[in-house]
């Protein structure tokens, strides 16, 4: 079963409506105790330099999918986390079913969090 993440970094290149279209996130906070010690690093600014950018990781086939329903979460990302100390991560990899990144008026990575991190 795959990971159904759900973003309000409306910021981002990669946030379509509250759903991010990346391929691939990577949530940084090696040595993080909480959610605030954790980012997204995968976030850039819209734009469209940024938009340019991160089409090698744009999950075009999460995204003609979610086109034909609104039932279901059809485009999440995979996620590489580097949260060692989370419940959730197993070998570098979110293991949770259901994953909210917060940044609503992020500008940058530094300013976005998994919300979802729990300590071990």
């Known amino acids: 079963m795959s990971c159904k993440l759900s973003c309000n970094a409306l910021n981002c290149v990669n946030n379509v409506n509250g759903l991010c279209s990346a391929t691939i996130i990577h949530v940084i906070g090696a040595g993080a105790h909480n959610s ?5 690093n995968t976030f850039a600014p819209k734009g469209f330099i940024n938009a340019v950018a991160n089409l090698p990781n744009m999950n075009v086939v999460g995204e003609i999918k979610q086109v034909f329903t609104t039932e279901s979460i059809e485009m999440s990302p995979a996620i ?6 989370c419940k959730y991560n197993e ?7 259901n994953v909210q990144v917060i940044g609503s008026k992020a500008g940058s990575s530094e300013e976005t969090q998994c919300e979802t991190f729990k300590i071990e």
Not at 91 to 97: A, D, H, P, T, Y
């Open 36 to 40: 605030k010690e954790t980012m997204c």
């Open 80 to 85: 590489k986390c580097e949260a060692i100390n």
């Open 91 to 97: 070998n570098r990899k979110c293991k949770s079913l």
